[in-house]
């Protein structure tokens, strides 16, 4: 089978109106299975049958759904994913109170091909027909079905049951194919066992593809599993994909852990939310206006979850308006972007309205947000639109394309594409040493970047002494809310503007100067006294700091100080001079080298008075510096003199 030749119809319509006798007229196959639906005359679960015609290119596969009023979850599962709806009304009854709570319900999920049967045609005359008929198309007018055949039909005796079947035929003949992520999901609208085999669920799969051998995780409980096996459209094969009704066979699951509305999907593909940000429209026959926080039985995919309804931007949303919302959920359920859902009052029960995911793992909002209304108006833009938006919400957090069209359930080349767009535009900013290539928002960056110079200037503002701020202080705060790449990114760009300099493992604001710390200057001048005085016999560190009584907490922070301004020079390990006394060697080696040529390490000790290990210091320094070089035992000016 390819994957467009299949398509799934659902009934629809209040009970006693024949989809199930309509179905068997069809079929040949009753779809009614349960020995209480056969001694009770009514559908009390989803049926399903397969119908093959050698004529026909497709498998059309009828899903029969219950009619009464206490199965209306059920229906909303078995319509959550159809292709086409079977509208069917009683031709002695009419429109009924199932009939247009159905028909809700169809508009809601969005459905957007199908037929009207009005069945038991043999039970009324030709003016009862023309009159239903003129009814019920008034009743379907701008909804999918305005313009859809509308047949009468006799189960019972067979006739309008061949034209019947020719347009639902034409109808699979423009059943789109659907848009696929490439990701496996199906949720789940049936759970049993087999003899000899198992557990197994079956749905119809969503996006993507599955096989033998797979493995799958059942969602919001996060069940992780093989699958054994698998059957389409109640034949055995290796795989299936996207749009086909499919059983798979589950290794080491029990049937009591699965139900109903669960999501089986690869593996880490789902993230299971107590929050869905949705677009609600309210029907116009609504009992009343919706309340914020109000109590909602919500429909989403084959699942129903309590929810209660946060009325994003007012406090109520009248019939027949629609507004901007976030469902809070009493327990996990998933979901993706686009999915459509109905929601039905808590008490009386009756559907009240629905639409469309948003965002399926948004944060609590502030309810009167125009940031907020804004960005849930992008989200159910275009691609473009709703990738960015994607992005922006990311906050410091780089994101690959992988990663935003898992969160917006769409395909990987249409968000490239629109992530392409964007860079190029300037919107969106790649960062270096990511593989893959992961972006930013420029926003976002824009925000970041002001982060980091107020967490500099705040640094120095509780430490106005220091001259530097330790990188490390401000790299541990920067990765509370982003990553290192962004970070050198991010520094990079402000030493750039002349904002921030960088040395080695400090930071500081460009054109700052540090204000004078009284005591700290007491300090600097004792310790670079130690060692001014001192002259060529330089003390140990050690020597310097318990002569003066100081802590080393203290007292080295103030040496590295004075070694960073120069008034203190490091010539070797454990040999520090002050500038001053460092100036005194290099001209006392100028002047040997100006009457003899050059110097040795026993010419400058004489000279100086001082023991070997400092004459050897002083002209190792003024080799590495440049000042002299080393010839043999000799040390010679770094630059020979022009003839």
């Known amino acids: 089978m390819t994957d467009l030749d299949h398509v799934i119809i659902g009934t629809a319509g209040h009970i006693d109106h024949g989809k199930s006798a309509l179905v068997r007229a069809l079929t040949g196959t009753d779809p009614d299975t349960l020995p209480e639906e056969k001694a009770r005359g009514m559908t009390i679960e989803l049926g399903f049958v397969f119908l093959d015609d050698p004529s026909y290119p497709k498998q059309i596969v009828y899903i029969d759904v219950p009619g009464h009023e206490k199965f209306v979850k059920t229906m909303a599962a078995g319509a959550s994913n159809i292709d086409a709806a079977l509208f069917v009304i009683a031709a002695d009854e009419g429109l009924a109170v199932q009939t247009r709570e159905h028909f809700d319900i169809l508009r ?24 239903l008929t003129a009814a019920v198309r008034h009743f379907v007018r701008g909804s999918f079905l305005a313009d859809a055949p509308i047949l009468p039909v006799s189960a019972l005796t067979g006739a309008g049951i061949p034209g019947l079947r020719a347009e639902l035929q034409a109808i699979g003949r423009r059943v789109a194919p659907r848009p696929d992520s490439g990701v496996f999901r199906m949720p789940v609208d049936r759970v049993f066992t087999m ?58 699951l029990a049937k009591e852990e699965l139900r109903r509305g669960q999501v089986a999907a690869a593996e880490g593909s789902l993230v299971p939310t107590a929050r869905l940000d949705a677009r609600l429209d309210v029907l116009a026959s609504a009992p009343r206006e919706i309340k914020h926080r109000d109590r909602v039985r919500l429909h989403i995919g084959t699942d129903e979850v309590m929810a209660r309804l946060s009325v994003i931007g007012g406090q109520t949303v009248a019939p027949g308006a629609s507004a901007a919302v976030q469902l809070v959920l009493e327990r996990p359920a998933v979901a993706l972007p686009g999915d459509r859902f109905v929601i039905r009052s808590f008490s009386p029960i009756v559907t009240i309205g629905g639409g469309r995911v948003l965002d399926a793992a948004p944060g609590k909002h502030k309810r009167f947000s125009r940031g907020v209304l804004d960005g849930l108006e992008k989200l159910g833009g275009s691609s473009r639109e709703a990738v960015e938006q994607m992005f922006a919400q990311a906050g ?67 430490n106005p002494y220091r001259t530097v701020m330790p990188y ?45 710390d009284p005591v700290e200057a007491e300090r600097r001048a004792r310790v670079e006294g130690a060692f001014r005085s001192a002259r060529f016999s330089a003390p140990l560190e050690d020597e310097v700091r318990a002569k003066l009584g100081l802590n080393p907490s203290v007292f080295n922070p103030v040496l590295n100080a004075l070694l960073r301004s120069g008034e203190l020079v490091r010539l070797a390990p454990k040999v520090i001079y002050h500038r001053d006394t460092l100036e005194a060697a290099r001209a006392a080696v100028a002047g040997l080298i100006e009457r003899r040529g050059s110097v040795t390490i026993a010419e400058l000790r004489d000279r100086l008075d001082l023991s070997r290990k400092y004459a050897q210091a002083i002209l190792e320094y003024f080799d590495k510096t440049g000042f002299t070089r080393r010839v043999e035992d000799r040390h010679v000016p770094a630059k020979r003199p022009s003839a």
């Open 108 to 131: 809601l999920l969005d459905v957007k091909l199908g037929l009207v049967a009005l069945t038991k045609c043999d039970l009324v005359d030709e003016a009862r027909l023309a009159e």
């Open 195 to 252: 003899h000899g085999f198992g557990t197994v669920v079956a749905g119809t799969i969503l996006a993507g593809s599955v096989r033998a051998g797979d493995r799958v995780e059942i969602y919001p409980e996060g069940l992780k599993t093989r699958v054994r096996g698998l059957q389409v459209h109640g034949s055995k094969t290796d795989r299936s994909a996207v749009g086909k009704r499919t059983a798979l066979n589950l290794q080491d």
């Open 396 to 462: 410091g957090e780089p994101q690959t394309v992988a990663d935003i069209a898992r969160r917006l359930g769409r395909g990987e080349d249409e968000v490239a594409a629109a992530v392409t767009a964007l860079a190029a535009d300037g919107d969106l900013v790649a960062v270096s040493g990511e593989k893959p290539e992961r972006y930013l928002h420029s926003s976002v960056l824009a925000r970041l970047g002001d982060q980091i110079v107020v967490s500099v200037r705040d640094y120095f503002e509780k």
């Open 472 to 516: 490390s202080d401000l790299r541990a705060e920067f990765l509370k809310g982003s990553s290192a790449p962004v970070l050198k990114l991010m520094l990079d760009g402000l030493v750039a503007a002349g904002v921030l300099v960088r040395r080695e493992s400090e930071i500081g604001l460009a054109g700052r100067e540090a204000k004078a």
